[in-house]
C-alpha cells in the first residue's frame, strides 16, 4: 500500500493512537504528511504547466491546440495600417498591345429611327480586354515512324519515336506532370485528382495510373535528389528539423535539412541520430546547423545555432506559469538585440560594435544570474530508495541552465550576420507536410512516403528559386529534366 493511501485510511482510533504515543510519534506523522502534501504540489503544479502549454509558449504545433478561442499572443500589435504598404507595386491586370483575339462589335441599326448603318463608317472604337483560359480539352498526337529497305543491301531502316511514345497508348509528359503536380504540389488525394482531372480535362484517369506517374517521377528525380543533398552539406548555414510522420498507421519522423535556396526531407522510422546518420548531411557537415537545442544534434561535429524563437515560447510559459520576472527580461533582451542586429544590417553593418556586445553580453549575464537565484538547485531527497542520476530539475531551472552552457549557440546571430535569429525556415519546409496529413491522411506505405518526399523536396527547391513548377515537370516527364543547382560551364 502507498504511503498516501495509508494517511487517508487512518481512522481515528489510528489517530488517537499515534497521539497517545507522545510528541515525537506525533511529530513524525506530520513530517510525513508534509512532505507528502509538498510532493503532491509539485505534482500539481507539473500537470498544470503540460496543460497551460500550447503553440504559443511551447514547441507543441498549432494543432493541438484545439478549438477554445485564443486571448492573447506574442506577436505585437503593428503600427502600419492593413492592406498593401506604401511603395508596395501590388499586381493587376495590365493592357496586352497585341491581344491573341480581337472580337470587333459592330453597330448595324440606329437605335434611334431604324437606320442601316453597315457602310457608315465609325467614327471612335472604344477597347476593353478580357483575360481567361481557352477551352482544356485533351489532345491526342499520333506518332509514325517510317519503315524502309535499302534497295541495295536489303537492310530495314526504322525511324525513332520520341520518349513519351514509349508504348502504344499512352499519356503525355504534360498530363503526367499535371498528376504529380496535384497530388505532391497542391497536395490533393488521389481520387480528388481523378475528380479535377475529369472536371478539367475531360480525361478519365485511375489511381493506379497516378501512382505509376508518380513512381516514374520519383525514379528521374534521383540524380537530382543527390544533388541537392550534396548541395546542402556544402552549405555555410543549414536549417534541420524533424516532426512526426504516419506510416502505415506507424509513427515515423520526417527530418528537413534547408536553407534559403534548397530543400532535403528524409524519412525514417527513428528520431534521433541513427536516422540523422542515414540522412547523410550531419555527420560530415562542417557549417553552421540552426535547430531547436535537441540533444541529438549536440553530438555532430559542427557550429551550431540555437533557435530563439524555441526559447521566447519557452520563456512566455515561465513567465504565465512561474511568474518570474527574469523570464520577461530574457525575452525583451533577445528581441532588442535582434531588431538592433536587423538595424544595422539595413545600414549596410556588417558586425556589432565592440560597446554594444559588452553590454548585451552583460545583460544577458546579470539576467541569467536573477533567474539562478530565483530556481535554486533541489535540495538533495534522503530516503531509502533514493533514485539514481541527478536531482529532477524545474522548467526554469533546466531553461536557464541551457540559455548558460549554450550562450555563444544563442547569441550567435549577435556575433555573425549571416546567421539567424530563429529555425524559421525548417519549420516552414515542415508545416506543409503536416498539411498534407490533415488533407490526405497517413502514408500507406514507405515507398509512398519516400516518394512524396523526393518529389516534395524537388518542387520546394524549384520554388524557392523561383522556377516554374509545372514547367519543371513537363520537362522531366519528357526527358529534359531541369536542375535547379547551378550547371558547371
Known amino acids: 500500500m502507498s504511503q498516501s493511501k495509508r494517511f487517508l485510511q487512518l481512522s481515528e482510533a489510528e489517530i488517537r493512537s499515534i497521539y497517545a504515543q507522545g510528541e515525537v510519534a506525533v511529530v513524525s506523522l506530520v513530517t510525513q504528511l508534509l512532505e507528502r502534501l509538498n510532493s503532491l504540489e509539485a505534482e500539481v503544479k507539473e500537470l498544470q504547466g503540460r496543460l497551460s502549454k500550447d503553440s504559443r509558449n511551447s514547441s507543441k504545433p498549432p494543432s493541438s491546440d484545439g478549438f477554445g478561442k485564443r486571448t492573447n499572443s506574442l506577436r505585437r500589435k503593428s503600427e502600419k495600417s492593413s492592406g498593401g504598404q506604401a511603395g508596395h507595386q501590388g499586381q493587376t491586370l495590365e493592357w496586352r498591345r497585341e491581344p491573341d483575339v480581337v472580337e470587333r462589335h459592330r453597330v448595324e441599326v440606329c437605335r434611334g429611327c431604324g437606320s442601316s448603318l453597315a457602310t457608315v463608317a465609325a467614327e471612335e472604337v472604344l477597347a476593353r480586354q478580357v483575360f481567361d483560359l481557352p477551352p482544356i480539352e485533351l489532345k491526342v498526337s499520333e506518332h509514325q515512324v517510317e519503315v524502309k529497305s535499302c534497295p541495295h543491301c536489303g537492310q530495314v531502316n526504322q525511324g525513332s519515336f520520341p520518349p513519351e511514345a514509349a508504348t502504344v497508348v499512352q499519356y503525355g509528359p504534360r498530363i503526367k506532370g499535371m498528376m504529380v503536380y496535384l497530388m505532391e504540389g497542391q497536395l490533393l488525394p488521389s481520387n480528388r485528382v481523378c475528380e479535377t482531372l475529369r472536371d478539367l480535362v475531360g480525361v478519365m484517369v485511375s489511381e493506379g495510373t497516378l501512382y505509376t506517374s508518380r513512381e516514374q517521377c520519383f525514379e528521374d528525380l534521383t540524380s537530382i535528389e543527390s544533388a541537392i543533398q550534396r548541395a546542402i552539406q556544402d552549405s555555410d548555414v543549414v536549417h534541420f528539423d524533424e516532426t512526426g510522420l504516419r506510416v502505415n498507421q506507424c509513427l515515423w519522423w520526417l527530418h528537413v535539412a534547408a536553407t534559403d535556396g534548397l530543400t532535403y526531407y528524409f524519412v525514417h522510422p527513428k528520431r534521433g541520430q541513427a536516422a540523422m546518420n542515414e540522412m547523410g548531411i550531419l555527420p560530415e557537415f562542417r557549417g553552421h546547423a540552426v535547430h531547436d537545442g535537441w540533444k541529438s544534434y549536440q553530438g555532430y561535429e559542427c557550429e551550431h545555432v540555437l533557435c530563439n524563437a524555441h526559447h521566447l515560447r519557452e520563456l512566455q510559459f515561465i513567465l504565465e506559469h512561474y511568474g518570474q520576472a527574469w523570464a520577461f527580461q530574457m525575452s525583451l533582451l533577445l528581441v532588442t538585440i535582434y531588431h538592433w542586429v536587423e538595424t544595422l544590417k539595413a545600414e549596410g553593418k556588417s558586425a556589432l560594435p565592440s560597446a554594444d556586445w559588452v553590454a548585451f553580453e552583460a545583460r544577458y549575464q546579470a539576467i541569467l544570474k536573477e533567474g539562478f537565484a530565483a530556481n535554486p538547485l533541489p535540495a538533495p531527497v534522503k530516503t531509502r530508495a ?42 516552414r519546409d515542415l508545416r506543409m507536410m503536416k498539411l498534407k496529413q490533415k488533407i490526405s491522411g497517413s502514408f500507406r506505405s514507405e515507398d509512398g512516403a519516400r516518394q512524396f518526399c523526393r518529389i516534395r523536396g524537388y518542387l520546394a527547391t524549384l520554388r524557392k528559386q523561383g522556377l516554374n513548377v509545372l514547367d519543371a515537370l513537363f520537362n522531366l516527364f519528357a526527358g529534359n529534366p531541369q536542375s535547379p543547382l547551378p550547371q558547371p560551364e
Request: glycine fraction near 4%.
Open 386 to 427: 533514493r533514485k539514481r542520476g541527478r536531482p529532477k530539475r524545474s522548467p526554469p531551472r533546466n531553461l536557464l541552465e541551457r540559455l548558460q552552457q549554450h550562450q555563444g549557440s544563442v547569441l550567435s546571430f549577435m556575433q555573425d550576420f549571416r546567421l539567424p535569429f530563429d529555425n524559421n525556415q525548417a519549420e
